[in-house]
Antibody, heavy 117, light 107 residues
Framework: EVQLVQSGAEVKKPGESLKISCKGSGYSFTSYWIGWVRQMPGKGLEWMGIIYPGDSDTRYSPSFQGQVTISADKSISTAYLQWSSLKASDTAMYYC??????????WGQGTLVTVSS | SSELTQDPAVSVALGQTVRITCQGDSLRSYYASWYQQKPGQAPVLVIYGKNNRPSGIPDRFSGSSSGNTASLTITGAQAEDEADYYCNSRDSSGNHLFGTGTKVTVL
């Protein structure tokens, strides 16, 4: 069974760093891309970027380039999304999802990130 | 333009048919995929490719495309179909983008 399991909810202060994770199982982790999607409170889905764990090829949405870093450790079938300095506007639910490049067929349960002083 | 535009909300009577549209230039080159999201849940893929349903998705969901418009049709809407629906496709750079989302209410 394909599963993407994300790390738990986080509460952080502005300026702090954060790295959330997405662990894949039940399939060949290095054969599919993993994408990250943001959903701000009460808002729609926003594509942030994707990574191919097989060779770490990474693509970013222009809206998120330079704001976050996407990485993966194929040895433990885990992808990451990280911030070096969080802002209140980073408060959102973040989803990871698997893709063969066109559609996202399996999704993680989401990680809620709250940034507040 | 690198945008996918959807109507914000539509309503449908129980058992009737509703069509949700997604407009964008990129749809002339790429198929749309469609996602259902219920409150407090992760999105679920319901249609991909030309008109394909993942395992477990009822056959009342179907997809189509013409020119710059992709459509998701629910034929015989059920109460459990009440949700937000998002289209997704690729832009001219090959990046993904999501539509603005449509809230479907089943009356």
């Amino acid at each position: 069974e394909v599963q993407l399991v994300q790390s738990g909810a986080e509460v952080k202060k502005p300026g702090e760093s954060l790295k959330i994770s997405c662990k894949g199982s039940g399939y060949s982790f290095t054969s599919y891309w993993i994408g990250w999607v943001r959903q701000m409170p009460g808002k729609g889905l926003e594509w942030m970027g994707i990574i191919y764990p097989g060779d770490s090829d990474t693509r970013y949405s222009p809206s998120f380039q330079g704001q976050v870093t996407i990485s993966a450790d194929k040895s433990i079938s885990t992808a990451y999304l990280q911030w070096s300095s969080l802002k209140a506007s980073d408060t959102a639910m973040y989803y990871c999802a698997r893709t063969a490049m066109d559609d996202f067929d399996y999704w993680g349960q989401g990680t809620l990130v709250t940034v507040s002083s | 333009s690198s945008e996918l535009t959807q109507d914000p909300a539509v309503s449908v009577a129980l058992g009737q048919t509703v069509r949700i549209t997604c407009q964008g230039d990129s749809l002339r080159s790429y198929y749309a995929s469609w996602y259902q999201q219920k409150p407090g849940q992760a999105p679920v893929l319901v249609i991909y490719g030309k008109n394909n349903r993942p395992s477990g998705i009822p056959d009342r969901f179907s997809g189509s495309s013409s020119g710059n418009t992709a459509s998701l049709t629910i034929t015989g809407a059920q109460a459990e179909d009440e949700a937000d629906y998002y289209c997704n496709s690729r832009d001219s750079s090959g990046n993904h983008l999501f539509g603005t989302g449509t809230k479907v209410t089943v009356l």
